[in-house]
Protein backbone atom coordinates (compact mmCIF):
# COMPACT_ATOMS: atom_id res chain seq x y z
CA UNK A 1 0.00 0.00 0.00
CA UNK A 2 1.23 3.56 -0.87
CA UNK A 3 0.03 7.19 -0.06
CA UNK A 4 -0.70 9.47 -3.16
CA UNK A 5 -1.23 13.30 -2.87
CA UNK A 6 -3.97 14.48 -5.60
CA UNK A 7 -3.18 17.85 -6.47
CA UNK A 8 -5.99 19.89 -7.95
CA UNK A 9 -6.82 22.76 -9.70
CA UNK A 10 -9.78 23.55 -8.83
CA UNK A 11 -10.57 25.75 -11.84
CA UNK A 12 -13.91 24.03 -13.26
CA UNK A 13 -15.21 22.38 -10.46
CA UNK A 14 -17.65 19.71 -12.04
CA UNK A 15 -14.76 18.82 -14.71
CA UNK A 16 -12.41 18.04 -11.80
CA UNK A 17 -15.13 16.42 -9.66
CA UNK A 18 -15.20 14.19 -12.33
CA UNK A 19 -11.06 13.59 -13.05
CA UNK A 20 -10.66 13.31 -9.10
CA UNK A 21 -13.15 10.41 -9.24
CA UNK A 22 -11.13 8.41 -11.68
CA UNK A 23 -8.30 9.29 -10.04
CA UNK A 24 -9.17 8.26 -6.39
CA UNK A 25 -11.09 5.27 -7.94
CA UNK A 26 -8.26 3.59 -9.59
CA UNK A 27 -6.06 4.36 -6.59
CA UNK A 28 -8.61 2.45 -4.50
CA UNK A 29 -8.69 -0.19 -6.71
CA UNK A 30 -5.03 -0.77 -6.62
CA UNK A 31 -5.03 -1.05 -2.78
CA UNK A 32 -3.62 2.73 -2.27
CA UNK A 33 -4.49 5.57 0.75
CA UNK A 34 -5.12 8.90 -0.90
CA UNK A 35 -5.49 12.65 0.16
CA UNK A 36 -6.49 15.45 -2.08
CA UNK A 37 -5.02 19.25 -1.98
CA UNK A 38 -7.06 21.82 -3.73
CA UNK A 39 -4.33 24.75 -5.62
CA UNK A 40 -6.05 27.83 -7.58
CA UNK A 41 -5.14 26.92 -11.00
CA UNK A 42 -2.74 24.34 -12.94
CA UNK A 43 0.51 27.10 -12.79
CA UNK A 44 0.27 26.15 -9.31
CA UNK A 45 0.68 21.94 -9.02
CA UNK A 46 4.12 21.91 -9.53
CA UNK A 47 4.95 24.29 -6.70
CA UNK A 48 2.94 22.91 -4.47
CA UNK A 49 4.44 19.44 -5.47
CA UNK A 50 7.87 20.68 -5.27
CA UNK A 51 7.20 22.12 -1.49
CA UNK A 52 5.68 18.57 -0.31
CA UNK A 53 7.84 15.98 -2.22
CA UNK A 54 10.65 15.96 0.25
CA UNK A 55 8.38 16.02 2.89
CA UNK A 56 8.37 12.18 2.79
CA UNK A 57 4.55 12.36 3.76
CA UNK A 58 3.38 10.83 -0.09
CA UNK A 59 4.78 8.28 -2.03
CA UNK A 60 3.61 9.87 -5.27
CA UNK A 61 1.09 12.77 -6.99
CA UNK A 62 -1.49 13.12 -9.38
CA UNK A 63 -1.47 16.16 -10.90
CA UNK A 64 -5.40 17.04 -11.92
CA UNK A 65 -6.63 19.92 -13.57
CA UNK A 66 -8.80 21.40 -16.73
CA UNK A 67 -6.90 24.42 -19.03
CA UNK A 68 -9.50 25.33 -21.83
CA UNK A 69 -8.32 27.74 -24.45
CA UNK A 70 -9.77 31.08 -23.82
CA UNK A 71 -8.99 34.16 -26.12
CA UNK A 72 -5.20 35.15 -25.38
CA UNK A 73 -1.79 33.54 -25.21
CA UNK A 74 -2.56 32.79 -22.19
CA UNK A 75 -3.43 29.03 -22.82
CA UNK A 76 -0.21 28.35 -23.83
CA UNK A 77 1.68 29.62 -20.77
CA UNK A 78 -0.64 27.78 -18.22
CA UNK A 79 -0.61 24.36 -20.54
CA UNK A 80 2.68 24.51 -21.31
CA UNK A 81 4.90 26.23 -17.58
CA UNK A 82 2.78 23.66 -15.80
CA UNK A 83 3.40 20.23 -18.15
CA UNK A 84 6.76 21.85 -18.17
CA UNK A 85 7.02 22.04 -14.18
CA UNK A 86 5.39 18.68 -13.40
CA UNK A 87 7.80 17.14 -15.90
CA UNK A 88 10.82 18.64 -14.52
CA UNK A 89 9.87 16.90 -11.34
CA UNK A 90 9.30 14.25 -12.59
CA UNK A 91 12.85 13.90 -13.89
CA UNK A 92 14.18 14.63 -10.65
CA UNK A 93 12.59 11.20 -9.63
CA UNK A 94 9.04 12.34 -8.24
CA UNK A 95 6.66 10.11 -9.02
CA UNK A 96 4.01 12.03 -10.34
CA UNK A 97 1.15 11.31 -12.56
CA UNK A 98 -0.06 14.12 -15.27
CA UNK A 99 -3.76 14.48 -15.31
CA UNK A 100 -4.08 18.46 -16.50
CA UNK A 101 -6.34 18.67 -19.64
CA UNK A 102 -5.66 21.01 -22.15
CA UNK A 103 -8.18 21.64 -24.45
CA UNK A 104 -9.86 23.46 -26.74
CA UNK A 105 -13.31 23.66 -25.13
CA UNK A 106 -15.25 22.05 -22.44
CA UNK A 107 -17.08 19.36 -24.70
CA UNK A 108 -13.49 17.58 -25.34
CA UNK A 109 -12.83 18.61 -21.29
CA UNK A 110 -16.05 16.62 -20.74
CA UNK A 111 -15.59 13.26 -22.51
CA UNK A 112 -12.02 13.08 -20.76
CA UNK A 113 -13.05 13.79 -17.84
CA UNK A 114 -15.55 11.24 -16.80
CA UNK A 115 -14.66 8.25 -15.47
CA UNK A 116 -17.36 6.25 -18.02
CA UNK A 117 -16.05 7.77 -21.72
CA UNK A 118 -11.71 7.94 -21.45
CA UNK A 119 -11.52 8.73 -17.57
CA UNK A 120 -7.85 10.70 -17.79
CA UNK A 121 -7.86 10.47 -13.86
CA UNK A 122 -7.48 7.21 -13.67
CA UNK A 123 -4.83 7.32 -16.64
CA UNK A 124 -2.49 9.69 -14.66
CA UNK A 125 -3.32 7.46 -11.25
CA UNK A 126 -1.72 5.07 -13.24
CA UNK A 127 0.84 6.68 -14.61
CA UNK A 128 1.77 8.18 -11.18
CA UNK A 129 1.81 4.37 -9.84
CA UNK A 130 3.63 2.87 -12.74
CA UNK A 131 6.30 5.48 -11.75
CA UNK A 132 6.60 4.58 -8.13
CA UNK A 133 6.67 0.90 -8.61
CA UNK A 134 9.89 2.39 -11.22
CA UNK A 135 11.43 3.86 -8.41
CA UNK A 136 10.92 0.95 -5.91
CA UNK A 137 12.43 -1.41 -8.11
CA UNK A 138 15.49 0.85 -9.11
CA UNK A 139 16.70 3.72 -6.46
N1 LIG B 1 -6.94 29.72 -17.25
C1 LIG B 1 -6.74 28.65 -16.45
C2 LIG B 1 -5.94 28.76 -15.31
N2 LIG B 1 -5.38 29.95 -15.00
C3 LIG B 1 -4.92 30.30 -13.68
C4 LIG B 1 -3.49 29.91 -13.45
O1 LIG B 1 -3.32 28.52 -13.39
C5 LIG B 1 -3.00 30.51 -12.14
O2 LIG B 1 -3.81 30.02 -11.08
C6 LIG B 1 -3.04 32.02 -12.10
O3 LIG B 1 -2.33 32.54 -13.19
C7 LIG B 1 -2.41 32.55 -10.79
O4 LIG B 1 -1.06 32.12 -10.66
N3 LIG B 1 -5.75 27.69 -14.51
C8 LIG B 1 -6.33 26.48 -14.80
O5 LIG B 1 -6.14 25.49 -14.06
N4 LIG B 1 -7.11 26.36 -15.91
C9 LIG B 1 -7.32 27.41 -16.73
O6 LIG B 1 -8.06 27.24 -17.76
C1 LIG C 1 -6.24 29.24 -19.96
C2 LIG C 1 -6.93 30.21 -20.79
O1 LIG C 1 -6.55 30.45 -21.89
C3 LIG C 1 -8.13 30.94 -20.32
O2 LIG C 1 -8.74 30.48 -19.17
C4 LIG C 1 -7.87 32.39 -20.25
O3 LIG C 1 -8.73 32.98 -21.14
P1 LIG C 1 -8.39 34.32 -21.95
O4 LIG C 1 -7.24 33.99 -22.84
O5 LIG C 1 -9.66 34.55 -22.72
O6 LIG C 1 -8.07 35.35 -20.93
Wanted: no cysteine; net charge negative; glycine share 10%.
Amino acid sequence: MAKFLIVEARFYDHLNDLLVKGAGDELRRNGHEFDVMTVPGALEIPGAIATIADSGRYDGFVAIGVVIRGETYHFEIVAGESARGVMALTMDGVPIGNGILTVENEAQALERADPARKDKGAEAAKAAMALLSIAEQYS
